[in-house]
């Protein structure tokens, strides 16, 4: 309701529009919404104002709208014709995948970039109220447009709440995958590009990422701009909404930046007159400007830590830069097989003509050729070409299931095989198909409700097993300390007292300290003003074995192979 009161407010006028299919419009105002929230929670942290009571006032107001814009919403008139028995199992087959995703969400926390940087990050401006620079964090001066939603969903709930919030993006996205995939090759092939999108991004949904909200900005500010392209005199209005969408994204992770240049290049393709021009690039900025114009002024470096080589190193040194993309370049692989099918689309007869086709295809083959060259083929950084890759891969499933089952029929006659009547058999193999369906949505449901923990104990329980070291990090917080510096356990930053310092990379990085002696290495933290060390065993051993150790360090609490030490006085 917040959502979809707020983006109503940008799309006004579309409230009565008969053209628009309604799923279409409400998919598109939930998501501008969206923008329009993170706009909002951005400008309270600014003023320092990031707290609960600023929250209710934002959902207030959404509320507000949403019944204000529903009293005035018109139908569409749309064409309704009775599904297919085809586009029957489509759809059941789409509801099926849908559902081994509701219950995702409900699990803490225990992903290892959730509890790294996104969750804490939230955390301490949740505590703060305002944008603090949290350089002991990775990434610290990463735009975050994105995790300000995990912001308030640790104000009004918890970890939990801001998983919801990162399922929701995937879930409008299929929505309006949906929505275009029926508008340009109907309901069938709508059902599998949708069914296909949730089932190459299923990890996720049970995490407080960011890759499903940059997704669905970068797709919903392409179908704004799709929309626009096909009547660029009379919806001006659905361009500076794409502008703003692509913003959204832009302001949320440095990724969307690769497909700016794209945006560019069709705008100005498709307009002339200037001062939509300027206008597109002011939206644009309106929700990203922030964080570039403060990296630029505190770092000297807009793209902080990535600008490095050109605008000179910060908090990163040129070490963590090329150790960040040996990572990159290390995990690298192919995409799901799911999306493959999508390569048969552009030798297609006919698929270059259509404009609906073109479109997708010059935004894949950028998407597709920028994402190898800038990431040597690091998976997760295609996903949010995943929703227009998905539409093509349905088009290609279609083509080669339909060939495929042209070649078996010619096959049939050329032996002269009996053909099949459809009868009760086919009745029945459709009963099967359901049945096992049914039973892996179940299989799936029993194992996600398994890792929901509502009570406390409960939810103790199950990060003690999740969560390498949570016996020791739990026990942290009843020692008085001033600071903490952990080896190894970076994966579990969002349950420990913080400030926690120690990461592979930044002003942290673990090389440079644990290259110290123990005496050093005791100077160093106490010179951080850092009092308790946090140790993983299994990762760094080399620590513990340092000459005269225990003569700066003594334990404070061990379990399961981690130790947290107090640093003697010096």
């Not at 029993?446 to 929901?452: A, M, Q, S, T, V």
Request: charged share 15%; proline share 5%.
């Amino acid at each position: 309701m917040v959502f979809f009161g707020l983006g109503a407010m940008l799309c006004w006028q579309d409230l009565k529009s008969r053209q628009l299919p309604n799923l279409f419009r409400f998919g598109l105002m939930c998501v501008a919404g969206l923008g329009v929230s993170i706009c909002g929670l951005q400008l309270f942290a600014l003023a320092g104002w990031l707290n609960l009571v600023s929250i209710s006032v934002l959902a207030v107001l959404g509320v507000g709208l949403a019944i204000a814009a529903l009293g005035k919403w018109v139908p569409a008139e749309e064409k309704r014709s009775p599904f297919s028995p085809a586009e029957k199992i489509a759809c059941l087959v789409f509801i099926a995948v849908v559902l081994r995703t509701v219950l995702m969400p409900f699990r803490p926390a225990t992903s290892w970039d959730g509890v790294m940087y996104h969750l804490p990050h939230a955390l301490q401006w949740a505590e703060s109220g305002t944008l603090s620079v949290n350089s002991w964090l990775r990434f610290a001066w990463f735009p975050y447009n994105y995790d300000l939603l995990y912001t308030a969903a640790l104000l009004i709930w918890d970890d939990v709440l801001a998983h919801l919030f990162h399922a929701l993006a995937g879930w409008l996205c299929a929505l309006l995958i949906y929505q275009i995939g029926r508008q340009i090759a109907g309901r069938i092939q709508a059902f599998i590009a949708a069914g296909i999108w949730i089932s190459v991004t299923g990890f996720y949904y049970g995490t407080a990422f960011i890759d499903l909200g940059l997704s669905l900005f970068v797709f919903a500010a392409c179908v704004a701009f799709w929309f626009w392209a096909g009547s660029p005199q009379q919806r001006t209005r659905w361009l500076f909404i794409a502008a703003f969408l692509l913003g959204v994204a832009a302001g949320s992770k440095y990724l969307p930046l690769i497909y700016v240049p794209l945006f560019i290049a069709g705008l100005l393709a498709l307009e002339r007159r200037y001062r939509t021009v300027l206008l597109s690039a002011l939206f644009f900025l309106l929700p990203c400007v922030y964080w570039y114009a403060r990296n630029l002024l505190m770092t000297g470096d807009p793209f902080d830590p990535f600008g490095g080589p050109v605008f000179g190193f910060f908090d990163w040194n040129p070490g963590d830069y090329a150790g960040q993309f040996e990572y990159a370049h290390t995990h690298a692989g192919w995409p799901p097989w799911l999306l493959w099918p999508a390569l048969v689309v552009p030798f297609l007869r006919g698929a270059w003509k259509d404009f609906n086709w073109r479109l997708i295809l010059i935004f894949s083959v950028y998407s597709v050729v920028l994402w190898y060259l800038s990431s040597g083929g690091y998976v997760r950084f295609l996903v949010p070409a995943f929703p227009v890759l998905a539409i093509m891969s349905a088009r290609g499933w279609v083509c080669l299931v339909t060939a495929a089952g042209r070649k078996i029929g010619q096959t049939a006659v050329a032996t002269r095989l009996r053909s099949v009547r459809p009868g009760s058999e086919h009745r029945w193999v459709l009963v099967a198909f359901l049945l096992i369906l049914a039973g892996l949505v179940s299989d799936k449901l029993i194992r996600d409700w398994d890792h929901i923990k509502a009570s406390a104990a409960g939810r103790d329980a199950y990060l003690q097993e999740k969560i390498h070291g949570y016996a020791v990090i739990k026990q942290l917080s009843e020692f008085p300390h001033k600071g903490i510096y952990q080896f190894g356990l970076e994966d579990a930053i969002f349950y420990m007292p913080q400030p926690v310092w120690g990461d592979h990379f930044g002003p942290g990085r673990y090389r440079d300290m644990a290259a110290l002696s123990a005496e050093a290495l005791a100077e160093k933290l106490d010179s951080m003003g850092i009092d308790v060390l946090l140790i993983s065993h299994s990762d760094w051993p080399q620590v513990e074995a340092k000459q005269n150790f225990h003569q700066y360090f003594e334990v404070l609490v061990s379990s399961d192979g981690v130790t947290a030490y107090r640093l003697n006085r010096l």
